[in-house]
C-alpha cells in the first residue's frame, strides 16, 4: 500500500466531522450519538456499538448451565472490547441464576500485567476515562430493579500511574426496560435480562451479532426476518465466532466501489496466467 494512500490528521471531534464533510464517501466508527448525526446521509457508513447479545430461548433455558462457557467466552475473550462481545444475555427465567454463575465465573479476574501471557484485561489509557464509565454504571445501578452481581468479587475500578482498568462486570436487570438493559462498555460488561421470549426481538433494538440458542423453528423464523440484527446466529455460537466469508456489517466493496462484471475467453486467461 502506497503511503500517499495514508492520512493521519490529529485533532477533536471538529477535526473529524470537517473531514467527513469533505470527503465523497465515507466510512466511520463512534458513539451511538455519532450514529444518530449521520443517520440519512448515504455518503457515510457509520459503524456504532455492536450491542451484541446472546438470547436463550424458552425450549432450552432451563439447560442454562450447559451454556455458561459460551456465555462467559463471549463476554471475556478479546478483554471485551470488539462489537461482537456479548453485552447483554436474554432470557424469560433463570436470570438470576444465570448472573450470579457469570459472576463467579468471570468476576474474581485479575488485572495483570500486560507482559504476563494470562493478561486478559486490556487497559483505559485516556486519563479520566476508566473513571467516567465507571461512574455512569454505578449511576445505572441506583435504578430500581438493577443489581451489579460481581460486587462481591471485589472492587471494579483499579487506578494505577499511567492506566487504568475495570475488572469484568455482570450486572442483573429484572426487566428490558431499565437504562442497563441495553448498554455496551469497552471492557467484559453485561447486563443479563429477564424478558419473555415473544418479547426479546421488539426490546433488543439494535443489535450487530444475536446468538439465538433455540431449537424452536418458528422463533427462528421469526429471528431471521427481523431486521434489526445484522449477524444471525442459530444455534450454541459464541457471539465472538467469526466466519470471514461473511460480511461484518455489509461489505466494504458495495459501499466504496460500484459492483462491474467483467469476463475474458479462455485464452485470453491463459494468456494472462503465462504472463
Not at 430493579?145 to 469484568?168: F, N, S, W
Not at 437504562?179 to 433494538?205: D, L
Request: aromatic share 8%; net charge negative.
Amino acid at each position: 500500500m502506497p503511503k500517499e494512500a495514508i492520512g493521519i490528521y490529529p485533532g477533536g471531534g471538529d477535526m473529524g466531522a470537517e473531514t467527513v464533510s469533505r470527503c465523497g464517501r465515507v466510512m466511520i466508527f463512534g458513539s451511538t450519538q455519532t450514529v444518530k448525526n449521520y443517520s440519512g446521509n448515504e455518503q457515510v457508513q457509520v459503524h456504532g456499538p455492536g450491542y451484541s447479545k446472546i438470547l436463550l430461548g424458552d425450549d432450552v433455558v432451563d439447560q442454562w448451565e450447559d451454556y455458561l462457557d459460551l456465555m462467559a467466552d463471549s463476554i471475556y475473550k478479546n478483554s471485551g472490547r470488539g462489537c461482537i462481545n456479548c453485552s447483554g444475555v436474554w432470557a424469560s427465567r433463570h436470570t438470576e441464576e444465570i448472573a450470579e454463575a457469570l459472576a463467579e465465573r468471570i468476576g474474581p479476574y485479575e488485572v495483570k500485567d500486560p507482559t504476563d501471557p494470562e493478561a486478559g484485561l486490556a487497559a483505559f489509557t485516556v486519563p479520566g476515562q476508566a473513571e467516567a464509565v465507571w461512574g455512569m454504571i454505578e449511576e445505572g445501578c441506583q435504578e430500581a430493579g438493577t443489581t451489579h452481581v460481581t460486587a462481591k468479587h471485589g472492587a471494579r475500578l483499579e487506578q494505577m500511574e499511567r492506566c487504568d482498568y475495570i475488572r469484568p462486570t455482570i450486572l442483573h436487570c429484572d426487566s428490558p426496560d431499565l437504562k442497563m438493559a441495553n448498554t455496551e462498555y469497552m471492557f467484559p460488561f453485561t447486563s443479563v435480562v429477564k424478558c419473555p421470549q415473544e418479547q426479546m426481538i421488539e426490546k433488543i433494538g439494535g443489535t450487530l451479532v444475536a446468538s439465538a440458542i433455540t431449537g424452536d423453528e418458528a422463533w427462528a423464523a421469526q429471528l431471521t426476518d427481523a431486521t434489526n440484527i445484522d449477524r444471525l446466529n442459530i444455534g450454541p455460537l459464541p457471539t465472538i465466532a467469526l466466519n470471514w466469508l461473511q460480511p461484518h456489517e455489509g461489505s466494504i466493496v458495495d459501499f466504496l466501489f460500484r459492483a462491474r462484471a467483467y469476463q475474458t475467453p479462455d485464452e485470453r486467461l491463459k494468456a494472462l496466467s503465462a504472463r
